[in-house]
């Protein structure tokens, strides 16, 4: 079933040596271009990184040597109004994507395209892992894709057979997600203890790098320090503003 397809997931860093075909990619690829498109602008675009000079240069760039070199195919996934801009250029019109809302249409689109991307590949029996290090460096990796104005990475994506099976990390109850009418944050001191004794007990259990911490524990470490702060200028320079 779809349902259980989804919530088997979990994320693939060791594969197996076994090549994806150009076949195989653009069937995924299609699967993903199905996803809902925000007022079918579908802003997004991917580049499938080949080159193995590439490769060997992103796996520095995003710090991250084990996916960029061993996947079977590595993908990485762009908001995309440069192709929008080239479609109203046919119509005898500009575009102004400058403002805030077309980043985040951008941001969600290609999202969702990847999310089909990736359900689509783990029915095939691959392994899948979103890698979000490409925006520790994002102008020089536009360099080294040659991404135009308008174009800005999100993040890659690794695929292949994998040569492991991790198990599944437990999500957040339902009851902490959905909330009825309004918006309930009284809930949370007791959901959220509760949540981090299943976390503290799957950390030490699991059947590799285990650790003694909890949910909330390693959430505020993550986030009691600002990340990437260059993204805003890094995006501002590709044209998104936010006005």
Same mark, same amino acid.
């Given at each position: 079933?779809?349902?259980?397809?989804?919530?088997?997931?979990?994320?693939?860093r060791?594969?197996?040596?076994?090549?994806?075909?150009?076949?195989?990619?653009?069937?995924?690829?299609?699967?993903?271009?199905?996803?809902?498109?925000?007022?079918?602008?579908?802003?997004?675009?991917?580049?499938?990184?080949?080159?193995?000079?590439?490769?060997e240069?992103?796996?520095?760039?995003?710090?991250?040597?084990?996916?960029?070199?061993?996947?079977?195919?590595?993908?990485?996934?762009?908001?995309?109004?440069?192709?929008?801009?080239?479609?109203? &250029? +046919?119509? %005898?019109?500009?575009?102004?994507?400058?403002?805030?809302?077309? *980043?985040?249409? =951008?941001?969600? $689109?290609? /999202?969702?395209?990847?999310?089909?991307?990736?359900?689509?590949?783990?029915?095939?029996?691959?392994?899948?892992?979103?890698?979000?290090?490409?925006?520790?460096?994002p102008?020089?990796?536009? &360099? +080294?894709? %040659?991404?135009?104005?308008?174009?800005?990475?999100?993040?890659? *994506?690794?695929? =292949?057979?994998? $040569?492991e /099976?991790?198990?599944?990390?437990?999500?957040?109850?339902?009851?902490?997600?959905?909330?009825?009418?309004?918006?309930?944050?009284?809930?949370y001191?007791?959901?959220?203890?509760?949540?981090?004794?299943?976390?503290?007990?799957?950390?030490?259990?699991?059947?590799?790098?285990?650790k003694?911490?909890?949910?909330?524990?390693?959430?505020?470490?993550?986030?009691?320090e600002?990340?990437?702060?260059?993204?805003?200028?890094?995006?501002?320079?590709?044209?998104?503003?936010?006005?």
């Amino acid at each position: 079933m779809v349902i259980e397809l989804l919530k088997s997931h979990a994320s693939v860093r060791k594969y197996k040596d076994i090549p994806l075909s150009k076949e195989d990619v653009y069937d995924l690829i299609r699967a993903g271009q199905h996803a809902a498109s925000s007022h079918f602008v579908q802003a997004y675009s991917v580049i499938h990184v080949t080159d193995q000079g590439k490769r060997e240069r992103l796996a520095e760039l995003a710090s991250n040597k084990r996916q960029f070199l061993t996947a079977a195919s590595v993908l990485i996934f762009c908001a995309d109004y440069c192709r929008l801009g080239k479609a109203a &250029e +046919l119509n %005898g019109k500009e575009i102004d994507y400058s403002y805030a809302e077309n *980043m985040l249409v =951008g941001a969600i $689109d290609v /999202a969702l395209f990847a999310q089909n991307v990736a359900i689509a590949a783990e029915s095939k029996g691959y392994g899948i892992c979103y890698i979000g290090g490409i925006r520790n460096a994002p102008t020089e990796i536009s &360099e +080294l894709l %040659g991404l135009p104005n308008g174009v800005a990475p999100m993040f890659a *994506m690794s695929i =292949g057979v994998p $040569d492991e /099976a991790n198990e599944v990390k437990p999500r957040l109850p339902v009851e902490a997600i959905i909330h009825e009418n309004s918006y309930d944050s009284a809930k949370y001191n007791e959901l959220l203890l509760d949540y981090d004794q299943t976390m503290h007990d799957y950390y030490l259990n699991r059947g590799s790098n285990q650790k003694d911490t909890a949910w909330s524990e390693q959430m505020a470490d993550f986030l009691a320090e600002p990340r990437r702060t260059h993204m805003k200028d890094y995006l501002t320079k590709q044209g998104f503003e936010f006005n």
